[in-house]
């Protein structure tokens, strides 16, 4: 008996390794149930409670599909209830959720982020949460400095690529793409102010996080062996949860997932 290793994967990167900060990929968002319920039927037990506010969040693993960082993996918390309002006492966490969602559609189905026909705005309607498990879509991914030494820099997404922009394409097709760096500037340590300066709140908290097992639940391929754990991601402001879109099915797949 022998063992051929020639068909093996490409090793793991090293533990706590960040993905280069501006790569552009192909990923694939795995919601992980944190146990309370959501504002609809399909989302119970779905959301995650935060551990220092009333906040409900999303809690997404994100794998990268294809590319050199094939089977990456990092983690990001999208704040969906509870929180901070903003002038006109409208939720802000949610605001910017909502947004970072309706582009995940956009780009997972290739449709112009200024069409509002009515075909459009259907695929934009999703009956739950839970429906956007398994979206495959063009990300630009970033490095977000710590905000306090004890936590180690974090890979999150620095915004969804459209199909209006030139890298949507080759990035969808599994081509390379050259990166974006952001360059996020270092944020101030709250353990170390400058006499009289008061450290802000961070926009994102960081929350310890386990990555999930469950397999995704629709156009995605198989899961593959996971990547270890980087440190988690940090979470956003929270908000308050959003109102049922009009004409919504209560039931039944959301006109998106068949494209």
Known sequence: ?????????????????????????????????????????????????????????????????????????????????????????????????????????????????????????????????KHLDGIVFAARIMVEPASNPQYRDQNRIANVVLPDEPQHAPIMRGEAVPPEPVNAPPRKAASAPAPGWQAPTPAWGAQPQAPAAAAPAWGAQPPTPQQPPQQPPAQQPPATPPAAPSGAPATGMPAWLNG
């Open 1 to 129: 008996m022998s063992y051929d290793l020639n068909d093996a994967q490409p090793q793991m990167a090293p533990i706590g390794e960040l993905i280069p900060d501006g790569t552009f990929a192909k990923v694939r968002l795995t919601v992980r149930p944190g146990g309370v319920d959501g504002a609809t039927q399909m989302d119970a037990k779905l959301l995650k409670a935060s551990q220092s506010s009333d906040a409900k969040m999303l809690d997404c693993e994100f794998t990268i599909l294809e590319g050199p960082h094939a089977r990456r993996k990092f983690w990001q918390s999208f704040t969906v209830a509870g929180g901070k309002v903003d002038e006109k006492g409208q939720s802000i966490g949610w605001k910017i959720s909502k947004s970072t969602f309706r582009a995940m559609v956009d780009s997972a189905l290739g449709l112009d982020p200024m069409d509002e026909s009515p075909d459009a705005k259907a695929k934009r309607v999703l009956p739950g949460l």
